[in-house]
């Protein structure tokens, strides 16, 4: 098909939407390492999780043979009234950088909740409510995981009872204002609400909070209440299996106009939407197919796979979830506050982190934010479209990567996951706006820090 064929927007028709996920574990040459309980250093079993997951997700999380997991009629319904979501060609941007490159972006954000994260929280939501569940706890740190699944529980009826990292609650009063209105309940946190919140609030009551203590909260308020489980929004592979949607459908609808990218970009906070980006094209990789280049994006405030270390960590700051291989900066590691609050996780899902040090995952790269944020203002300015801060860490990449084509005059087709709108960010521009956002890079001693505390496990590698 000659070029100015391809439209700008790539839809696929209802009638192509993936009936199946993807599992990407079934396909890679060496699979992680098993999640370990946290007190008997043991490979986890469905028993261990089975109180804190649902039934359906247990055997997701541990499922390494299944390649494709079909999707419940139910989701399926529910995916039809945002997705498929469109691939864009962003010829203006092409235009504005003067790059022979072709630049393609699946674009996540037009849902209220504004991200991706919807995709799996309504998969989370229909096997809790399968289940005979009454509600689901969870952690939130930015909001867009907290509100997809007020979202996904409204639709299923289930009780949402969601942890909020104190800092984003008082800064981010309109997250609450949605997901309370999709009928979920936001407890900023740490919260005197559970053991382990009021032993964080002890040890240093002028915290602000973090991801790691959130989870640990909502793990607790999970387990002891009757009928609740624990639901998470990124770093597990059941998520990464929901969100392959994303690039099972990017994939075919580029097929359509017989284009396959020869660079896959996403940003990377818990490696969830990267993971589903990539899927089905790490599948050619793996069985030797294609060999699309992979690159996650991460802030240079929060360098898991940069500056991390692949170990065994736990999940958390409380130190109540299992441990997981994977890169990562130590469970106690804070990150400075930055405006990509969906990329403040210490550490990395172990698919894309085995894959990664594998070298089937090519290259990760550390962005700072102002450098994002000038990237975020050129493609809102030339492509329409505000985006998300954590989106706009894939955008400095993507530009990047078509700069150096103009260069060397190759064409290469980039494809880059644009994972949510900037709506909810605005007090992030303003400060871009203003000059006053700063860059923070952490030294290499306040890496020490976290990385020092990192468990010793006796006879585990
Ligand atoms: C949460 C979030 C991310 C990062 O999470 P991943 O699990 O790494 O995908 C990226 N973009 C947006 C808009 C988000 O909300």
């Known amino acids: 098909m000659a070029e100015k064929d391809i439209p700008y927007k790539i839809h696929l028709t209802e009638g192509e939407m993936p009936e199946a996920w993807y599992n990407v574990r079934a396909d890679m040459k060496t699979d992680h390492r098993p999640i370990l309980h946290p007190g008997t250093l043991q490979p986890v079993t469905e028993d261990d999780l089975r109180p804190v997951f649902c039934d359906e997700l247990v055997k997701q999380e541990l499922n390494d043979k299944d390649r494709f997991i079909e999707i419940p009629g139910p989701v399926r319904d529910f995916y039809r009234m945002y997705r498929p979501s469109p691939v864009v060609r962003a010829y203006f941007l092409e235009k504005e950088l003067k790059t022979p490159a072709k630049i393609y972006y699946k674009y996540e954000g037009g849902n209220t909740s504004g991200s991706h994260k919807l995709n799996s929280a309504i998969a989370q939501a229909y096997y809790a409510q399968a289940q005979g569940l009454k509600g ?69 009551p002028n915290t602000t909070g973090s991801l790691g ?27 990464l299996i929901h969100q392959s949607i994303v690039g099972l459908e990017a994939k075919a609808a580029l097929e359509k106009y017989g284009e396959y990218p020869d660079v896959i970009i996403g940003c990377a906070g818990g490696g969830s939407n990267l993971g589903g980006l990539m899927a089905p094209f790490m599948a050619d990789k793996l069985a030797g197919r294609a060999s699309p280049r992979f690159i996650a994006v991460e802030p240079a405030s929060c360098p898991s796979l940069t500056r991390g270390r692949f170990a065994y960590d736990f999940c958390d700051t409380g130190k109540v979830t299992p441990l997981a291989k994977m890169y990562t900066l130590g469970s106690s590691f804070i990150p400075a506050s930055n405006h990509a609050g969906g990329l403040r996780y210490h550490g990395m899902s172990p698919i894309l982190s085995q894959l990664y040090h594998d070298g089937y995952l090519d290259e990760a790269r550390a962005v700072g934010q102002i450098s994002v944020f000038e990237a975020a203002k050129l493609f809102a300015r030339v492509e329409g479209l505000l985006p998300a801060p954590e989106s706009a860490h894939a955008i400095r990449v993507a530009i990047d990567e078509a700069l150096k084509c103009r260069e060397s005059g190759e064409s290469r087709t980039i494809l880059f996951g644009l994972t949510g709108t900037g709506y909810f960010d605005l007090a992030a521009y303003m400060q871009y706006n203003s000059g006053v956002m700063e860059d923070y890079i952490p030294t290499d001693e306040d890496l020490k820090r976290g990385l020092n505390a990192l468990p010793a496990l006796p006879g585990v590698e």
Not at 137 to 146: D, M, P, S
Not at 167 to 176: D, L
Not at 215 to 234: F, H, P, Q
């Open 136 to 204: 689901v706890t969870t952690e939130t740190g930015a909001g867009q995981w907290g509100t997809a699944l007020s979202m996904a529980c409204g639709y299923f009826g289930l009780d949402c009872k969601v942890f909020m990292v104190k800092v984003s609650a008082e800064q981010k009063p309109y997250r609450k204002a949605v997901m309370e209105t999709y009928g979920a309940s936001v407890t900023p946190s740490p919260s005197e609400t559970t053991q382990v919140g009021r032993q964080i609030l002890a040890d240093d």
């Open 213 to 239: 203590c959130a989870i640990s909260e909502a793990v607790e308020a999970a387990v002891t209440a009757e009928g609740y489980r624990y639901v998470l929004g990124s770093v597990l592979n059941q998520v």
